[in-house]
């Protein structure tokens, strides 16, 4: 992100380990070699026939296509197996031709069969059980008709699963509707309000994460590969191995490496990180999310997004016509849909900071998300300087999903 000049002094936050560099074509190698609490690929792929490799959709950047190349290598070694693709979409838009081809690379698209995921066919849809916390399990019914199953995916904070990664790729990634809708559910206690371990940077006792970890646990897969990525969108770290323990272990490293304590401050400016991290505001949300403890109570918060695809989903900017919080939790434990929780979760943070979206939404579009417009971090620094102070301090998060920010008065 780069910034004009501005009348404030701006530093930025880093995360407390320096970012190593991306590992080569020889740390993929060897990290599909030597897999965390599981077989060797050998021995897991031995006599396969049909595999399934579940991917992360386009509003995801993951890697995969640098480590998916060596992993058919395996799989070939092993076996003589068929190799299809899952696009783990979850109740995202359906992909296109094109996004396949930005995930896997033209190469793997043409040469394999996809498997693109409706969470409302229920033709297509096998019931596996439930979880312990009564959530129905409907998963995509390819999945049981291969006998191995590899999860991909990238790891770092969530919202409120805690990390990416890992079981996502299941639930909500190949899951129905129904499934996932039980499954966000667990994120809010009786009354509406969110659920205190329902937060970033948490999975003991999270109920959406250990929901989810029930639900993929009836799937039962054979091996997981999770990435996790620099600031340049590199391949920093790669896990590969058993699907829960190998997703802990690389949660552990993001938890260490990306957690800051920061004392909040008057002004934050933030960037969602450019695509798809920035594709629309269900995705721009988490830099909001991710950033919101480092700015004081009615400081100014910049909010960098473009969102290309604008809200992202249709459930989203109807719910803000509620127009307070007492109306918007009324209505959403009457009619539960997942992305009414996130407009729920943005309009709680705009109501305690003055929100400005950099984007290129329309101006209304803007204002009924209770922010005010800007063309540029220009406009927006000089609307700050009406209630910010020339020569405040502030922060800046470049990519601001990828840190989780903890206020500390004392940091």
């Not at 190949?174 to 966000?184: E, F, I, K, P």
Request: net charge positive.
């Amino acid at each position: 992100m780069d910034l004009p000049a501005a009348p404030f002094r701006l530093d930025a936050v880093t995360p407390p380990r320096p970012p190593s560099p991306p590992i080569g074509d020889d740390g993929i190698r060897e990290a599909l070699l030597r897999p965390v609490a599981s077989p060797s690929l050998a021995e897991i792929f031995h006599g396969a026939r049909r595999v399934l490799v579940v991917v992360s959709d386009a509003t995801r950047t993951t890697g995969c296509d640098r480590y998916l190349p060596p992993l058919i290598d395996h799989v070939r070694a092993a076996s003589r197996a068929e190799i299809r693709f899952a696009v783990a979409s979850g109740i995202h838009r359906r992909p296109t031709p094109q996004d396949v081809d930005s995930i896997l690379g033209p190469r793997l698209a043409a040469g394999h069969e996809i498997i693109l995921h409706d969470p409302d066919d229920r033709s297509a849809l096998e019931e596996l059980g439930r979880t312990r916390a009564g959530t129905p399990v409907a998963i995509h019914a390819a999945v049981r008709e291969q006998d191995r199953i590899v999860l991909t995916g990238a790891v770092g904070f969530h919202y409120y699963a805690g990390f990416s990664g890992g079981r996502k790729a299941l639930v909500p990634g190949l899951a129905s509707r129904a499934t996932v809708t039980a499954n966000h559910l667990r994120a809010l206690r009786t009354d509406g309000t969110r659920h205190p371990l329902a937060r970033a940077g948490r999975l003991g006792g999270n109920p959406v994460h250990l929901d989810m970890t029930d639900g993929a646990s009836l799937v039962g897969p054979h091996l997981l590969i999770n990435s996790v990525l620099g600031e340049d969108g590199g391949i920093e770290r790669l896990w590969v191995g058993h699907w829960r323990r190998a997703h802990e272990a690389a949660c552990r490293y993001v938890r260490a490496a990306r957690s800051v304590k920061v004392r909040p401050r008057d002004l934050v400016v933030a960037s969602a990180g450019g695509e798809p991290t920035d594709i629309n505001l269900i995705q721009a949300h988490k830099a909001f999310e991710a950033g919101v403890a480092a700015v004081k109570p009615g400081g100014t918060f910049v909010l960098v997004a473009r969102c290309r695809e604008k809200a992202g989903h249709s459930d989203f900017l109807p719910f803000f016509r509620h127009g307070c919080e007492e109306a918007m939790v009324k209505a959403l434990k009457s009619d539960f849909r997942v992305y009414r929780q996130t407009a729920l979760s943005w309009f709680l943070k705009a109501r305690r900071c003055r929100l400005i979206l950099v984007s290129g939404l329309a101006a209304d579009t803007v204002r009924l998300l209770g922010a005010e417009p800007a063309r540029d971090l220009e406009e927006a620094f000089r609307l700050a300087i009406g209630t910010v102070r020339a020569g405040s301090r502030g922060w800046v998060l470049a990519h601001g999903s990828r840190l989780l920010i903890e206020g500390d008065a004392r940091a």
